[in-house]
């Protein structure tokens, strides 16, 4: 190893070898490969989002019908048979709250969660959630647990 042997690390180099509009002469000269005219051409181009070139895009061709609600509040739902699912693997026993069912990846940690009614829960539990349906309660009831809405 010497200063007579040295180059850059296999893959470290990405640029191409041949410069670009520098002269005749090198093969790259002239329209520097942008070929003649256009908007591609020019220095400073960035293509917009969505852009078809003039054509009418589709985004503003397509019909435009209701509306979204920006004070909307999407929950999470958590159905009865998937907590019942957690107490038969013995992953729980005795309360779920928010943090359990971030560590069980059944909620985000920025999610509001909704107990849902689906399937049947045998085990009582604690269940700790921003809402819960009147079916879920009252199934979270029957099984002797309780339903705390935070």
Avoid: C, W
Wanted: proline share 2%.
């Amino acid at each position: 190893m010497d200063l007579s042997n040295l180059k850059p690390a296999e893959g470290s180099v990405k640029n191409n070898s041949k410069r670009i509009g520098r002269g005749q002469g090198s093969g790259k000269g002239g329209t520097s490969t942008r070929g003649h005219k256009g908007a591609k051409s020019r220095s400073g181009y960035s293509r917009k989002l969505g852009f078809e070139g003039g054509q009418m895009p589709l985004q503003r061709r397509v019909p435009k019908f209701g509306f979204t609600n920006i004070n909307r509040k999407e929950y999470q739902g958590i159905n009865l048979d998937t907590l019942q699912q957690l107490v038969d693997d013995k992953k729980i026993k005795g309360t779920i709250d928010l943090d359990a069912m971030i560590v069980f990846r059944l909620a985000g940690k920025n999610d509001l969660v909704k107990i849902l009614g689906r399937g049947e829960l045998k085990a009582k539990l604690k269940v700790s959630a921003h809402k819960f349906t009147a079916s879920a309660k009252a199934a979270i009831e029957a099984a002797g647990g309780e339903a705390v809405t935070l």
